[in-house]
């Protein structure tokens, strides 16, 4: 019996007490009474057995999922640390081609070159983003007028033509025509 019982789900545990039990209120009178009650008492032990092991991997499971909530802050903070030190990287960079490299091109370059033992550095025209002004841009612009949003490709590249053939901007567009030194 001990080891038929010993091989049992909890699920199957609890349905042979509850036919035990009620076999026990049926022959109470009985002297299998007796077995009966052992076989209560016995299928007790074991479901108690097994509320000590689901315990024991209710604690795994809590320590495990601490520990992947730890790992899962740990690498969500190395990812933000990552994404600071590339902002800043592209800061660093951005300031070098936009702000000090046209100065030194100029003061030191022979017509808008610059060539040094590790390259050689030009001017490439480059473009700011197209800033929307307080008015709204012709209707052309927005192309789906339920939403009320700009076009943004189709504005830069009218702005940039307007500023090739020196016209005015379209209604409501601004745009900065700027020098960068890259390397060639």
């Known amino acids: 019996m001990a080891d038929i019982l010993r091989d049992m789900t909890s699920a199957e545990l609890i349905m042979e007490l509850i036919d035990a ?13 007796r077995d009966v009650e052992q076989r209560i008492a016995m299928i007790k032990t074991y ?14 499971v809590g320590t495990q999922v601490a520990e992947n909530k730890g790992i899962k802050k ?19 960079t951005e300031y070098l081609q936009v702000h000090l490299l046209p100065q030194i091109i100029n003061a030191v370059g022979k017509d808008g070159v610059l060539k040094t033992e ?5 001017f490439r025209t480059s473009y700011t983003k197209v800033e929307v002004t307080a ?12 939403t009320q ?23 409501g567009a601004e745009m900065r025509m700027f020098k960068k030194g890259v390397r060639k």
């Open 21 to 33: 039990e009620e076999e026990a209120m049926l022959c109470s009178e009985d002297p299998e009474t």
């Open 47 to 60: 479901l108690n057995n097994k509320a000590d092991g689901i315990d024991a991997i209710m604690d795994t």
């Open 74 to 92: 740990y690498y969500s903070d190395l990812a933000a640390k990552a994404n600071s030190r590339i902002n800043a990287l592209a800061r660093t």
């Open 118 to 122: 590790h390259g050689t550095y030009g």
């Open 135 to 146: 008015e709204l841009p012709a209707k052309y612009y927005i192309p789906i007028p339920a």
């Open 149 to 171: 949003k700009v076009d943004g490709k189709l504005l830069r590249s009218d702005c940039i033509q307007a500023i090739k053939e020196e016209m005015p901007f379209p209604a």
